[in-house]
T-cell receptor
Framework: DGGITQSPKYLFRKEGQNVTLSCEQN?????MYWYRQDPGQGLRLIYY???????QKGDIAEGYSVSREKKESFPLTVTSAQKNPTAFYLC?????????????FGPGTRLTVT | AQRVTQPEKLLSVFKGAPVELKCNYS??????LFWYVQYSRQRLQLLLR??SRESIKGFTADLNKGETSFHLKKPFAQEEDSAMYYC????????????FGQGTRLTINP
């Protein structure tokens, strides 16, 4: 294990609060991704970033925000505007060079909002 | 529009029996295809990719462009194969992202 870390493993928040999930990688990968995983819906892409200081919306970006100030870090903020934030969140990265498109995943953060 | 479909949410087979997890995609070009697996209490990891034409843990997957399918197969299932499996193609030539199917939970019964 190692390479991509997400913290914390479990996170609890009250409704109406913003919360930031951490994702760090020491693989020197260029691209990073955020997904949410819900039962029966697979993985849905929230945001992704190909290089530092650049990111694009995925399929379900509403209510989320990201930043990519450093190559190794891609934090995700779940805002109070996200209508259904309770989910399992996965971060991934990939080299971005040489045509390699497989992604490497972190262990995930389970967020519960009550 | 649904671009990748795994029709079975749940699949249960007995140990030693053949197993096939189906994946169909919508794309007229040549996709790059992956299967990912998530074992209990482990992180999601790459199982195999079609360009390698390799067999990993006894699993193989053949790209059928005519049927736009990339089914995952294993001739003799083992109990340790029980896991969640995701088909994940890269559907557009310029795309820098994968599209994940809904996943199939495979259970191998002893």
């Amino acid at each position: 294990d190692g390479g991509i870390t997400q913290s914390p493993k479990y996170l609890f928040r009250k409704e109406g609060q913003n919360v930031t999930l951490s994702c760090e990688q020491n693989l020197n990968h260029d691209a990073m991704y955020w997904y949410r995983q819900d039962p029966g819906q697979g993985l849905r892409l929230i945001y992704y970033s190909q290089i530092v200081n650049d990111f694009q919306k995925g399929d379900i970006a509403e209510g989320y925000s990201v930043s990519r100030e450093k190559k190794e870090s891609f934090p995700l903020t779940v805002t109070s505007a996200q209508k259904n934030p309770t989910a399992f969140y996965l971060c991934a990265s990939r080299p971005g060079q040489g045509g390699h498109h497989e992604q490497y995943f972190g262990p995930g953060t389970r967020l519960t909002v009550t | 529009a649904q671009r990748v479909t795994q029709p079975e949410k749940l699949l249960s087979v007995f140990k030693g029996a053949p197993v096939e997890l189906k994946c169909n995609y919508s794309y007229s070009g040549s996709p790059e295809l992956f299967w990912y697996v998530q074992y209990s209490r482990q992180r999601l990891q790459l199982l195999l990719r079609h360009i390698s034409r390799e067999s990993i843990k006894g699993f193989t997957a053949d790209l059928n462009k005519g049927e736009t399918s990339f089914h995952l197969k294993k001739p003799f299932a083992q109990e340790e194969d029980s896991a969640m499996y995701y088909c994940a193609p890269r559907l557009d030539q310029g795309a820098q992202k994968l599209v994940f199917g809904q996943g199939t939970r495979l259970t191998i019964n002893p």
